[in-house]
C-alpha cells in the first residue's frame, strides 16, 4: 500500500464532480466505470477507495479542457476546512499553528490528499514539501497542483496568510515563530473533542480495510 492509498470520504469527489460538471462535462460521464453513482456521492457518509477518486480525476482531465496542473490548482481552491469534515474542525481549533499542522499529518488520512505533505523544521524556517513520486504519472501535475493549492487555501483562510513558494519545487515555506501562533479560532475543548473523533474514525477506517 502506497502512502495515499487509502479510503476517503466522498466530499472530494463530489468537488470533483461538481467541476467538471460547471465546465460541461455531465456527471454520470464524470463517473463512469467508477463503481460510482450520482446518489452515493450525494451521500455525506459514503465512502470511497482512492482507486475510484484516480478513475475520477482521469475522467474529469479526459472531459475538460485546459493544462492539467491549472485545472488541478482551480480544484484545490475549492477545498475549504468545511469540505473535510471533522479533520477539518480537530485543525480550525487547534491551539497553536504548530500544533494544527502536526494534527493535520497525524490524521492525513482523513483528507483526501495523494500528494502526502511532510513537515521539516530547518532553523528559523519551516517547510511542507509534498511527496508525489508515487502518484500515477498520467493523474500527477491535476493531484500535486490540487494538494498543494488545497493547503494553501487553509492556511489562507484560517491563518491570513500566504505562504512563500520556491520556485521549481514543491514546498511550502514558513517562518518559524509561526508555529507558536494561537490559531484564531482555538478552542482547547473543542480541540480535544475533535481529535478523539478523528482518532476514532481513522481506527474504524482502518478495521474495515485491515490496515494496521
Known amino acids: 500500500m502506497v502512502d495515499w492509498d487509502f479510503p476517503r470520504g466522498v466530499a472530494s469527489v463530489a468537488l470533483l464532480v461538481d467541476f467538471a460538471v460547471e465546465r460541461g462535462v455531465p456527471a454520470e460521464r464524470v463517473l463512469a466505470g467508477t463503481g460510482l453513482d450520482p446518489a452515493t456521492v450525494a451521500d455525506p457518509l459514503a465512502q470511497v477507495e482512492a482507486q475510484q477518486e484516480l478513475a475520477v480525476v482521469r475522467n474529469l482531465l479526459a472531459g475538460c479542457a485546459g493544462d492539467a496542473a491549472e485545472l488541478g490548482e482551480r ?95 514543491e514546498r511550502m515555506r514558513l517562518p518559524r515563530r509561526l508555529l507558536d501562533r494561537r490559531m484564531p479560532q482555538a478552542n482547547d475543548h473543542t480541540a480535544a473533542l475533535c481529535e478523539r473523533q478523528c482518532r476514532e474514525l481513522l481506527s474504524r477506517r482502518r478495521e474495515r480495510t485491515g490496515v494496521a
Open 75 to 169: 480544484v484545490g481552491r475549492r477545498y475549504h476546512a468545511t469540505a473535510y469534515g471533522i479533520w477539518g474542525f480537530a485543525v480550525t481549533s487547534s491551539p497553536t499553528v504548530g500544533d494544527a499542522i502536526r494534527l493535520a499529518l497525524r490524521y492525513v488520512e482523513l483528507t483526501y490528499v495523494f500528494c502526502v505533505p511532510e513537515l521539516r523544521v530547518d532553523g528559523d524556517r519551516v517547510y511542507l514539501d509534498w511527496h508525489a513520486d508515487a502518484v500515477p504519472a498520467d493523474v500527477r501535475p491535476f493531484l500535486l497542483a490540487r494538494d498543494v493549492a488545497a493547503s494553501r487555501t487553509l492556511m489562507s483562510e484560517l491563518l491570513g496568510i500566504r505562504p512563500g513558494s520556491e520556485p521549481g519545487r
